[in-house]
C-alpha cells in the first residue's frame, strides 16, 4: 500500500512537472559571477542558479533569453519576456517602467583606475575626465551625473574594463559585486573609490502591474531560500558572501 502510494505521488508530481508554466527569463550573460557563458558554452551564475531555485519552489519552468543589458526592459514591455535576472538594480526611474521583487543582493558603486595613475585619488578629480560604464546600468547615471565627464558607455562591461586599461578611459565605475572579481585579476587596477549606487539592490524585474502573483510568490520563495540555507550556499559557490 505505501509503494502504491508513493507510486501516485510520484505519478502526481510529474503530470505537474510536466504541466508547469514556462517563464522567459531575460538576462545578459556577460556579468560574471551573475551570469555569465561557462566554459560548456551554458548560461550560468548566481542570478541564473538563484532562479533555477525560485523556480522549484514556485512551480515554473525556465526558459534563458540572453539579450543586451539595454535591451531587457525595452523586451520586457514588448512581451519577449516575462522576467528579467540581470543583476538590474531597482531605481527609481525604473520602476516607471516595471516591478521589482524585493531585493536580493546589495551592493555599491566601485571606481577603478590604472594602478599608473597617481594624480586621480578623488571623487572631486573625476571632473572632464573620460569615464567607462556600461550601458544601461545605474553606473552610467552615476557617470552622467559627474561634471563634463565624458561618458563611453560600452555595451559590455569587460569592453568597460579595457578601455580604462588601455588608457582610453581615465576611470571605470563599475557594480563592486563584480568589480572587485576584475581588480583580483587586473594588477595593473586599482580601486580609489567607492560610493552608494542609489538603488535598492538587485532585483528581479516584471513588465508594470502584469504579474503581481507571480511577483508575490517570487518574493515568499526568495525569503525561503534565505531561510533554509539555500541561498547562502550560492553566495559561497560564487564568491559573493
Known amino acids: 500500500m505505501k509503494l502504491l502510494f508513493k507510486l501516485l505521488i510520484s505519478i502526481a508530481m510529474l503530470i505537474v512537472a510536466a504541466n508547469a508554466?514556462?517563464?522567459?527569463?531575460?538576462?545578459?550573460?556577460?556579468?560574471p559571477p551573475f551570469e555569465f557563458v561557462n566554459e560548456q558554452?551554458?548560461?550560468?551564475?548566481?542570478?541564473?542558479?538563484l532562479m533555477a531555485e525560485i523556480a522549484k519552489k514556485v512551480g515554473f519552468?525556465?526558459?534563458i533569453v540572453n539579450?543586451?543589458?539595454?535591451?531587457?526592459?525595452?523586451?520586457?514591455?514588448?512581451?519577449?519576456?516575462?522576467?528579467?535576472a540581470?543583476?538590474?538594480?531597482?531605481t527609481p526611474e525604473r520602476l516607471k517602467a516595471v516591478d521589482f521583487s524585493k531585493p536580493y543582493y546589495h551592493t555599491m558603486n566601485l571606481f577603478i583606475k590604472r594602478a599608473d595613475n597617481k594624480e586621480l585619488t578623488k571623487f572631486e578629480q573625476l571632473e572632464g575626465k573620460k569615464i567607462?560604464?556600461?550601458?544601461?546600468?545605474?553606473?552610467?547615471?552615476?557617470?552622467?551625473?559627474?561634471?563634463?565627464?565624458?561618458?563611453?558607455?560600452?555595451?559590455?562591461?569587460?569592453?568597460?574594463?579595457?578601455?580604462?586599461?588601455?588608457a582610453k578611459a581615465d576611470a571605470l565605475i563599475v557594480d563592486s559585486s563584480i568589480g572587485y572579481g576584475y581588480l583580483k585579476q587586473n594588477p595593473d587596477l586599482v580601486e580609489f573609490l567607492h560610493l552608494p549606487d542609489g538603488s535598492e539592490g538587485f532585483s528581479f524585474a516584471f513588465d508594470k502591474g502584469k504579474h503581481k502573483e507571480l511577483q508575490a510568490k517570487i518574493n515568499s520563495a526568495i525569503d525561503e531560500?534565505?531561510?533554509?540555507?539555500?541561498?547562502?550556499?550560492?553566495?559561497?559557490k560564487y564568491n559573493l558572501k
Do not use: H, R, W
Request: proline share 1%; aromatic share 6%; net charge negative.
Open 132 to 166: 567607462s560604464v556600461q550601458l544601461g546600468t545605474v553606473q552610467e547615471l552615476a557617470a552622467k551625473d559627474i561634471k563634463s565627464a565624458k561618458v563611453m558607455a560600452i555595451d559590455e562591461i569587460f569592453g568597460a574594463v579595457m578601455a580604462v586599461k588601455n
Open 21 to 31: 508554466q514556462t517563464i522567459k527569463v531575460g538576462t545578459n550573460a556577460a556579468y
Open 67 to 84: 539579450i543586451s543589458f539595454d535591451s531587457l526592459i525595452p523586451a520586457l514591455k514588448a512581451g519577449k519576456i516575462d522576467i528579467i
Open 86 to 90: 540581470a543583476a538590474m538594480s531597482a
Open 225 to 236: 531560500l534565505k531561510n533554509d540555507g539555500t541561498y547562502d550556499k550560492l553566495l559561497v
Open 41 to 49: 558554452n551554458q548560461i550560468t551564475g548566481f542570478d541564473m542558479d
Open 61 to 63: 519552468k525556465i526558459e
